[in-house]
């Protein structure tokens, strides 16, 4: 049984530029207006000019909070009252129970077996309540809607929910805000809630702008179902980039058809020495998730028959930095 919300099956078409603003506005008060960060190293390695919009600074260490926040604070007292439900394996879990807890909501959690001990512990330190299950979409679902059946718990989809993409959009407005002009802005993609509102917002700021999803090579659901026309399965996604597993939803993949330039897939090695370049020449601390949106860059892949990227200005959103200290992948 899918755990989208109903409301929301009307339109894939996405929110509107006007409702991300309205977004924006109901969580300014909640959420940092993260810094972006530039790095003349860099810029040598990736021959063009690199802006990072730093959601590894944001409050729970992830953009997640944006658009759980705008979801959480957009529903009725009625509906807060019977609590919140989500799956995920870490930095949306830690988004919402942080979220209800500001709204005053009881939150459970579906978080698969294999979720990282540094996101279960974010997630309990801000009063989730986590159910585990097997790591798959299926088992994840399963354990929502029983939940959601048992405690009459609103579901928070973790990506495919116009609600939460408006919130999601709202670091591209103001990285757009900040650093008008960008030629490209890339950023990872999984369920696509990020990807999606991000070309929403660019795009309606920046018209022209290339909007470049970025995706682990051994989870390249996004970039295969674009190929295809049509929504294509993950097969047991295994890579370093955790927050990268799920798949697209029917809402993100409409929006991605019709508004992301393309879809750039990154190795395990390419994301490992992105990650670890971005740690060394920025003293920033970002998680794997986030190295795959630098990748591209760092290693000149954005380059195509009609989108040269030498010297280009490059937008980068660093998505989170919720790692695991004691099990990093350097050596």
């Known amino acids: 049984m899918s755990v989208v919300p109903n409301a929301d099956r009307a339109s894939l078409a996405g929110p509107s530029l006007e409702a991300i603003r309205e977004a924006h506005a109901r969580i300014a008060p909640h959420i940092h207006r993260t810094p972006v960060m530039t790095s ?23 953009f997640k909070i944006r658009g759980a926040t705008n979801t959480i604070f957009s ?17 949306h879990a830690a ?4 979220a209800a807890r500001w709204r005053g909501v009881r939150a459970w959690i579906v978080m ?13 330190a801000y009063g989730g309540e986590i159910s585990y299950c097997e790591p798959t979409l299926s088992a994840r679902e399963a354990t929502a809607v029983e939940i959601m059946r048992r405690t009459g718990a609103v579901i928070i989809h973790p990506y495919d929910d116009d609600r939460i993409i408006a919130g999601q959009a709202t670091a591209a407005v103001e990285f757009l805000e900040e650093v008008p002009g960008l030629d490209f802005l890339l950023a990872p993609v999984s369920g696509g809630g990020l990807l999606s509102g991000t070309a929403i917002a660019a795009q309606g700021l920046e018209p022209g702008i290339h909007v470049v999803g970025c995706e682990p090579k051994n989870a390249d659901d996004a970039y295969r179902s674009l190929a295809a026309g049509r929504l294509v399965p993950a097969n047991h ?11 697209l939803g029917e809402r993100t993949f409409a929006i991605l058809r019709e508004r992301v330039d393309r879809i750039v897939v990154l190795t395990e090695e390419e994301i490992v020495a992105a990650m670890r370049l971005v740690w060394e020449r920025m003293k920033l601390v970002i998680e794997p998730s986030s190295a795959v949106a630098v ?3 760092l290693g000149r892949k954005l380059a195509g028959p009609e989108r040269a990227a030498e010297g280009k200005r490059i937008g980068i959103i660093l998505s ?12």
């Open 40 to 62: 003349q190293s860099l810029d040598a390695v990736a021959s063009a000019q690199l802006y990072f919009k730093c959601e590894n600074l944001q409050k729970t260490g992830s």
């Open 75 to 91: 529903l009725g007292e009625e509906e807060v009252s019977r609590g919140v439900v989500t799956h995920s394996s870490g930095n």
């Open 95 to 98: 988004a919402v129970a942080l």
């Open 112 to 124: 698969p077996s294999n979720s990282s001990l540094a996101k279960r512990r974010a997630v309990e």
């Open 237 to 247: 996604p295994d890579t370093i980039a955790d927050g990268l597993r799920a798949q």
């Open 295 to 297: 990748a591209p860059a």
């Open 320 to 331: 989170g930095g919720n790692v695991d200290l004691v099990s990093l992948p350097f050596r």
